[in-house]
């Protein structure tokens, strides 16, 4: 066997051995991009307005809206039950008038 076909036959190892590597790589990414997903849901769930509660999902144009859109086309701001803290709610519900003053604040 000379130099040339076993460079070739080498070659032929290394892709077989990267096939694999190739579909675990696209599976991790997969699996990082779901928990990407999943983690900005779960941080958009815990905005302190609950109107303030949408994302969209840039790939797919998935929306994000687990309270809908009427408070927020009606322009009432409500403290998010999952993220209880009335001082903080406050205090950001209170800049959002300052910008938009015919917001209204709901307790």
């Known amino acids: 066997m000379n130099e040339l076909e076993l460079t070739g036959r080498a070659r032929s190892h290394i892709i077989d051995l990267e096939q694999p590597r190739c579909a675990l790589h696209f599976a991790v990414v997969a699996s ?4 990407r ?3 900005a849901r779960e941080g958009i ?4 307005i609950s109107c303030t509660r949408v994302g969209i999902e840039v790939e797919t144009g998935a929306l994000h809206a687990p309270d809908g859109f009427d408070d927020l086309v009606a322009g009432k701001l409500r403290m998010n039950p999952r993220y ?4 903080k ?3 950001k519900a209170e800049s959002y ?3 938009w003053p015919w917001l209204e604040i709901m307790d």
Do not use: E
């Open 32 to 35: 990082l991009l779901a928990m």
């Open 37 to 39: 997903d999943a983690a």
């Open 45 to 48: 769930d815990l905005y302190l």
């Open 84 to 87: 209880a803290k009335p001082a």
């Open 89 to 91: 709610y406050r205090d």
């Open 97 to 99: 008038r300052r910008r």
